[in-house]
């Protein structure tokens, strides 16, 4: 079982700036493939940048030279570094771990909101 708690969202104007944290309790957090996702009302979620458990990344087109996805094994905590930020990526950004132990566990976070005023 994990458990993921998100924090670093809130209002920036676009061209800022935001970080986001994702800290991880209750399971072995090196062994997780992480990823963050988005959903803006009315939409579905989307993957916005996946990590994998040996550093591998992967990035939406939207948000590609713009948001960098890391992570810190030691403080269970995977980051996303949001940069350039647009109106359009106003959304609810989702925390997931994923972990591989003859299916496939998925865990998310509660979500933290992103807004990006004009």
């Known amino acids: 079982q994990v458990q993921l708690v998100e924090s670093g969202g809130g209002l920036v104007q676009a061209g800022g700036s935001l970080q986001l944290s994702c800290a991880a309790s209750?399971?072995?957090?090196?062994?997780?493939?992480m990823g963050w996702y988005r959903q803006a009302p009315g939409k579905q979620r989307d993957l916005v940048a996946s990590i994998t458990t040996n550093g591998f990344t992967n990035y939406a087109d939207s948000v590609k030279g713009r948001f960098t996805i890391s992570r810190d094994n030691a403080k269970k905590t995977v980051y996303l570094q949001m940069n350039s930020l647009k109106p359009e990526d106003t959304a609810a950004y989702y925390c997931?771990?994923?972990?591989?132990?003859?299916?496939?566990?998925?865990?998310w976070g509660q979500g933290t909101q992103v807004t990006v005023s004009s």
């Open positions: 209750g399971s072995i957090f090196s062994t997780h493939h």
């Open positions: 997931n771990a994923k972990f591989y132990a003859g299916t496939w566990y998925d865990y």
